[in-house]
């Protein structure tokens, strides 16, 4: 499977920003690109205000030969929420809404919680997501090992301030879950709040095996063999060891 991470600073304008995701990616084919959380818009809420409510239509104009994923602003029933995205050759669609909402950054005033997970298939994988916030309630990723997800993407906006919980815990959901963890994280300085990127593939065996540090505007593409995921469970089977008679399903 073809992985490719878009590591960018949001501007303020959509158009620029869908602009950057264009050129970055024209020169790639056949892959999944994962963007940043809020790709569009960043947490600029007066911006936010003025988008009009078919904003996520934008993503109708990425270009074609490539899975995108990602996270934007979405509204539907007169609410707003931060949804994640797929989109390939055929169309998008919304699997998740971001269900914990960063009080930090007065996320949840301005959203609306999603409450349903929900895992899909891409290029034969099955895969879960989330978005930023969340990697910190892992009750999330359990469900989805338990549901046999192997690959999780998690676009984010996760501030420089907190880099290395952004990196710990995002290695610790690969390894307790024994799946691909893939997070793509804005980077810069966006709106005076200095973002940490180090968008990073951890593998099932906690490894990072691709990581971009502070790189801004660019992207970084690899190739991640699935067959690691099933030799990994198959020689620790922490699943078949679960003990729900304790800790409940």
């Known amino acids: 499977m073809k992985i490719s991470l878009l590591q960018m600073r949001v501007e303020e304008d959509p158009f620029k920003n869908l602009e950057k995701v264009v050129t970055l990616t024209e020169s790639i084919k056949d892959s999944i690109v994962i963007l940043p959380e809020l790709w569009t818009t960043g947490f ?14 934008i993503i109708a104009n990425l270009p074609e030969g490539n899975t995108y994923v990602g996270s934007i602003v979405r509204y539907q029933d007169g609410k707003r929420y931060n949804s994640f995205f797929v989109k390939n050759d055929k169309g998008y669609d919304f699997p998740y809404d971001k269900t914990h909402l960063f009080p930090l950054m007065d996320e949840d005033k301005h959203f609306t919680a999603g409450k349903n997970l ?20 892992p009750e999330i990723f359990r469900i989805y090992f338990k549901s046999g997800v192997e690959v999780v993407f998690l676009p984010a906006q996760w501030p420089d301030s907190r880099k290395n919980h952004l990196v710990t815990l995002a290695t610790a959901r690969a390894i307790e879950n024994q799946s691909y963890f893939i997070y793509s994280n804005a980077v810069g300085k966006i709106w005076g709040e200095e973002f940490a990127g180090e968008s990073r ?49």
């Not at 600029?44 to 239509?57: A, D, L, S, V, W």
């Not at 095996?209 to 690691?228: A, P, Q, R, Y």
């Open 201 to 249: 593939v951890i593998s099932p065996t906690g490894e990072t095996v691709l990581s971009m540090g502070k790189t801004i505007d660019e992207i970084s593409t690899i190739d991640i063999d699935l067959n690691i995921v099933k030799d990994f469970r198959s020689r620790i089977p922490i699943k078949s060891y679960l003990r729900p008679d304790i800790y409940g399903q």
């Open 118 to 137: 929900s895992a899909f298939r891409l290029n034969g994988a099955v895969c879960g997501c989330a978005i930023c916030f969340d990697l910190r309630y």
């Open 44 to 57: 600029n809420y007066e911006h936010i205000e003025k988008m009009p409510h078919n904003h996520h239509q």
